[in-house]
Nanobody
Framework: QVQLVESGGGLVQPGGSLRLSCAAS????????MAWYRQASGKQREMVAS???????NYRDSVKGRFTISRDNAKNTTYLQMNNLKPEDTDVYYC??????????????WGQGTQVTVSS
């Protein structure tokens, strides 16, 4: 069974930095896209950044220039470096991956979420 495990969340002051990590484990044949989403209580989950298996990345406008997504294909891991954090970045951050496993084949998988709080 595939698991996505996030780490690196926490409390940081405005202007500070955090680095989130997400490691996928289990029987994995191929990971296509990986991404980070975030969701505040009572709000819709929104995509923050994504990266495909060639390294091409995309970002939502509000984080461009501040966040950087990367991945290590050998470790089935994706990272989100978040700099110049703002209070409005406070959310639960979720890792997502589209991958091929057995016996279910191609599918979407989610991590359990990690809290990021930006506050003075």
């Amino acid at each position: 069974q595939v698991q996505l495990v996030e780490s690196g969340g926490g409390l940081v002051q405005p202007g500070g930095s955090l680095r989130l990590s997400c490691a996928a484990s289990g029987i994995i044949f191929t990971i296509f896209d990986m991404a980070w989403y975030r969701q505040a209580s009572g709000k819709q989950r929104e995509m923050v950044a994504s990266v495909d298996n060639s390294g091409t990345s995309n970002y939502r406008d509000s984080v461009k220039g501040r966040f950087t997504i990367s991945r290590d294909n050998a470790k089935n891991t994706t990272y989100l470096q978040m700099n110049n954090l703002k209070p409005e970045d406070t959310d639960v951050y979720y890792c997502w991956a589209r991958l091929v496993t057995t016996p279910t084949g191609l599918g979407d998988h989610w991590g359990q979420g990690t809290q990021v709080t930006v506050s003075s």
